[in-house]
């Protein structure tokens, strides 16, 4: 029968609230599967169980020492009952079971943790002889929630104690009543020995909860900085985390972006999966941080397009005469387009869509020759958004869903602009819409919790924010 280690985690004092998320935050909510994962993870194949084997007991010093419980004019030192105590010296733990990890969250209080585990022992019997024993163990701890420098989350160990339970003689000669001294040297030994191994859990744990707090590069476009909004509330089946993205420049400087009005409402988490929730204000800074960069704008020549795609003055004169008056034909078009007002991205329906509103100055030009203006359009082009997530943020691609343009100065005529829409879509699509995804594979960041990979995570858009959802 395994032994128990009970851990018991002082984690919040309140439960999550009815599924809204104030409109700028990213809602993490994590299973407390990922919690016994990661817990379990620190204990497979690092040095935490490693570091527990070794002597327990030894003649000169310890428990069997001069000073010791059993030596010297002790209970069972020289002149005691037992003078060949003595030999029950180098005492080691040869072997400790990889724990068993099981937990139980607390709603507004904290997380029940059990570690099952066997302790083996080996050493000198009083009788001479190897003697090997197997003991079961229970560890009680109770661990408090604190904030460290950094102001990340970090728990701390504020009690241990141990309890011992069945010991098993497998070889050796052990007289009935030396299992008592065993039993009281083991008592006394093992807190030493394993409550370090809880404390060392945590110290991993802790590195994972740390990593919480991050800044995410956006290449040339600055960065976001993830920090937690509040303390972690716990349910009944998951730990939460509001956490409060912060937008840098490449400079470093805080970028404010308008925020959106209303907050989200939160859909329910089915039980052993995790749960990300990305709001829409880090679409629209994701495409504040592009117009604020120039990012969004483009200069569209020909050699930017295929030769199916026309921009000379001939293929407008013959779509719009009136567009290129006296304008000799043959000459090739340079398109200006140039993004001064914000983006629009919605998130709805189980739709994503960015509308960008654009400046479109249409020129004509020799290979050698100064650019000459013929109009200048304001046009609002549409994108359907495509997402997929990775393990570190959430992919953007746009493909154009149509193009919408009225004149807004000419020379030398009027004209009705919507006769130039399917071209200029052509074009948009040819020039403009590669660079944008180029220039969106920055992504929006995910923040880091526990581990928790999201690459494969199903994808839902609900209003104003997107959910990830993967088992754990």
Known sequence: MLGVWSLLLLWGLATPCQGLLET???LARIDKDELGKAIQNSLIGGPILQN???TVTSVNQGLLGSGGLLGGGGLLGYGGIFGVVKELSGLKIEELTLPQVSLKLLPGFGVQ?????????HGSGPLGGLLQLAAEVNVSSRVALGV?????PILILKRCSTLLGHISLFSGLLPAPLFGVVEQTLFKVLPGLLCPVVDSVLGVVNELLGTVLSLVPLGALGSVEFSLATLPLISNQYIELDINPIVKSVAGDIIDFPKPPKPVKVPPKEDHTSQVTVPLYLFSTVFGLLQTNSALDIDITPELV???VPLTTTDLAALVPEAVGKVPPGQQLLLSLRVKEAS?????NKKATVSIPAHIHVLSYLP?????ALFELNGVMTFNAHLAPSVTKLHLSLSLERLSVKLASSFPHTFDASHLEEWLSDVVRAAYVPKLNVDLDVGIPLPKVLNVNFANAVLEIIDNAVVLTVAS
Do not use: D, F, I
Request: charged share 10%.
């Open 306 to 308: 295929p030769s199916n």
């Open 344 to 348: 629009t991205v919605t998130l709805q």
């Open 52 to 54: 527990v084997l070794g």
């Open 113 to 121: 943790l059990k570690l099952h585990t066997k302790v083996g022992l």
């Open 24 to 26: 700028v935050g990213t």
């Open 148 to 152: 460290s420098a950094r102001g990340t």
């Open 368 to 372: 050698a020759g100064t650019p000459e």
